[in-house]
């Protein structure tokens, strides 16, 4: 079979769920060489494929578009990711619970406490509801329709160059839960960041930030990391390494490392009491804090190359 064909179908079935693909594969196959004939030249195959229509269009033939909040090609990956989130976070939030009320002695019943804890688990579970809802509702709604697709000689001819390199889902998933745990811990610090404190036996904890100054980076925190939500489930979703989810991807690294170097260093942030428990000048510990942006930058630059490796030079999968 010609390669163009086998990009063609390739192309095509990618738009499908995977229960689909393979029946669809198997018709494409037999239908394409049908109408081609034997030994066709590249002329016939081209005016075939341009004749069938785009990849995107001619999938959608083989199912229907009907309006969800999430469609049914991306439900059962919308469902496997917040399975996953699910599983972590919820044992992680009565974690979190309960690692507070070790940190802080509380002064109610223990059946009390055992009630907040099961709470936080309930909290963390809507949370995480919401959060993966809305990504894969976002992503979803925002699909290019087919009809504005442009689909000529030029299009057909750079399937093969633009079909990308697989990108690891194992690697994505995790990701994903990753950046779950982060928003979890995000929204616990937004009412419990006296909690992220330095801790000793001679003194009382004491706060590394000042509480009211610290909410409004807490929420442009849960910002940054939704968006990156975002990208990891565009690229679940896409599957292969394209130069737009190249792009978006290093712009996204690139916002998250600048706003975590710019959070680090708002020295008014960090309460007075911190450097002196610590024994350290004002100097010395802005020392230490730029060098820990400057750890921050090297990892978004290592992120962004290993990015672009994949997506670039590394071998097709």
Same mark, same amino acid.
């Given at each position: 079979?010609?390669?163009?064909?086998?990009?063609?179908?390739?192309?095509?079935?990618?738009?499908?769920?995977?229960?689909? @693909?393979?029946?669809?594969?198997?018709?494409?196959?037999?239908?394409?060489?049908?109408?081609?004939?034997?030994?066709?030249?590249?002329?016939?195959?081209?005016?075939?494929? #341009?004749?069938?229509?785009?990849?995107?269009?001619?999938?959608?033939?083989?199912?229907?578009?009907?309006?969800?909040?999430?469609?049914?090609?991306?439900?059962?990956? *919308?469902? &496997?990711?917040?399975?996953?989130?699910?599983?972590?976070?919820?044992?992680?939030?009565?974690? !979190?619970?309960?690692?507070? !009320?070790?940190?802080?002695?509380?002064?109610?019943?223990?059946?009390?406490?055992?009630?907040?804890?099961?709470?936080?688990?309930?909290?963390?579970?809507?949370?995480?509801?919401?959060?993966?809802?809305?990504?894969?509702?976002?992503?979803?709604?925002?699909?290019?329709?087919?009809?504005?697709?442009?689909?000529?000689?030029?299009?057909? @001819?750079?399937?093969?160059? &633009?079909?990308? &390199?697989?990108?690891?889902?194992?690697?994505?998933?995790?990701?994903?839960?990753?950046?779950?745990?982060?928003?979890?811990?995000?929204?616990? #610090?937004?009412?419990?960041?006296? #909690? #992220?404190?330095?801790?000793? &036996?001679?003194?009382?904890?004491?706060?590394?930030?000042?509480?009211?100054?610290? @909410?409004? *980076?807490?929420?442009?925190?849960?910002?940054?990391?939704?968006?990156?939500?975002?990208?990891?489930?565009?690229?679940?979703?896409?599957?292969?390494?394209?130069?737009?989810?190249?792009?978006?991807?290093?712009?996204?690294?690139?916002?998250?490392?600048?706003?975590?170097?710019? !959070?680090?260093?708002?020295?008014?942030?960090?309460?007075?009491?911190?450097?002196?428990?610590?024994?350290?000048?004002?100097?010395?510990?802005? !020392?230490?804090?730029?060098?820990?942006?400057?750890?921050?930058?090297?990892?978004?630059?290592?992120?962004?190359?290993?990015?672009?490796?994949?997506?670039?030079?590394?071998?097709?999968?």
């Amino acid at each position: 079979m010609d390669d163009l064909i086998k990009r063609y179908i390739a192309e095509t079935i990618h738009h499908l769920s995977v229960g689909e @693909r393979a029946d669809v594969q198997q018709e494409l196959e037999a239908n394409i060489l049908d109408m081609v004939g034997e030994s066709p030249d590249v002329e016939t195959i081209e005016e075939t494929l #341009l004749a069938l229509g785009s990849p995107a269009s001619l999938a959608s033939q083989y199912r229907g578009r009907p309006h969800h909040l999430i469609g049914p090609d991306t439900f059962p990956l *919308y469902w &496997k990711v917040l399975c996953i989130v699910l599983l972590i976070a919820a044992p992680l939030a009565a974690l !979190f619970s309960i690692i507070g !009320f070790i940190i802080t002695p509380p002064t109610i019943a223990l059946a009390e406490m055992v009630a907040r804890t099961f709470a936080a688990a309930g909290g963390a579970v809507v949370l995480v509801f919401f959060w993966v809802t809305i990504a894969f509702a976002l992503v979803d709604a925002q699909q290019i329709p087919v009809a504005a697709e442009v689909w000529d000689r030029a299009t057909l @001819r750079a399937l093969e160059e &633009k079909a990308g &390199k697989a990108i690891k889902t194992s690697s994505v998933i995790g990701d994903l839960v990753a950046l779950a745990i982060g928003l979890l811990a995000l929204t616990f #610090l937004m009412t419990n960041s006296d #909690l #992220l404190a330095l801790y000793s &036996k001679e003194h009382a904890p004491i706060p590394l930030f000042i509480a009211v100054r610290l @909410r409004p *980076y807490l929420i442009a925190a849960m910002a940054v990391a939704f968006l990156s939500f975002l990208v990891a489930i565009i690229k679940l979703i896409r599957r292969r390494w394209s130069a737009s989810i190249l792009v978006i991807s290093s712009g996204v690294t690139i916002i998250t490392t600048a706003f975590w170097v710019f !959070f680090l260093t708002r020295w008014n942030l960090y309460t007075p009491d911190l450097l002196a428990s610590l024994a350290l000048t004002q100097p010395r510990w802005q !020392f230490t804090i730029r060098s820990l942006c400057g750890f921050c930058i090297l990892m978004g630059a290592i992120t962004i190359g290993t990015e672009c490796y994949h997506a670039l030079w590394k071998e097709r999968v």
